[in-house]
């Protein structure tokens, strides 16, 4: 079992990024170190601090259930796709080890679909 991020624009040919949800887990948390948060602290991740406290603009994935929850409008995809390819850049610089790798391809995987969404102006969905 796992999770799909995909456009909601009914072509079952259009790209998407699937992660088993331990994947999904380990490559938020790690963005959301990136971004000087830990989700632990967070609600919703068995923390007390509210997402308001918090100034990232991926809050929208970040803040988000793994399966189900509000869909991310084209306006959201956009903000993400920014922040995302940046802190790729970033990582790419790092010398890492193979989980950084992935987690490298697994942000250029997730941008494709969000600059697809934003082209399209269709939300993500989470599924």
Same mark, same amino acid.
């Given at each position: 079992?796992? $999770? ?6 009914g #072509?079952?040919? &259009? !790209?998407?990024?699937?992660? @088993? ?9 790690r963005?959301?170190?990136?971004e000087?948060?830990?989700?632990s ?5 068995g923390?007390e601090?509210q997402?308001?406290e ?7 994935? $970040?803040?988000h259930?793994?399966?189900?929850? #509000?869909?991310l &409008? !084209?306006?959201?995809?956009? @903000?993400v796709?920014?922040?995302?390819d ?5 990582w790419?610089?790092e010398d890492?080890?193979?989980l950084l ?8 995987q ?7 969404c934003?082209?399209?102006?269709v939300?993500?969905i989470?599924?």
């Amino acid at each position: 079992m796992g $999770l799909v991020l995909f456009p909601g624009d009914g #072509d079952n040919s &259009s !790209p998407d990024v699937s992660w @088993s949800y331990s994947g999904f887990a380990a490559f938020r948390r790690r963005l959301a170190e990136t971004e000087g948060v830990a989700l632990s602290e967070m609600w919703g991740f068995g923390g007390e601090r509210q997402w308001s406290e918090v100034s990232t603009a991926l809050e929208p994935l $970040l803040d988000h259930p793994d399966v189900g929850g #509000d869909d991310l &409008s !084209p306006a959201e995809c956009a @903000s993400v796709l920014v922040r995302l390819d940046t802190i790729t850049d970033e990582w790419a610089r790092e010398d890492g080890h193979q989980l950084l790798q992935q987690h490298i391809e697994d942000a250029r995987q997730l941008m494709v679909v969000l600059r697809h969404c934003i082209e399209k102006d269709v939300p993500l969905i989470f599924l």
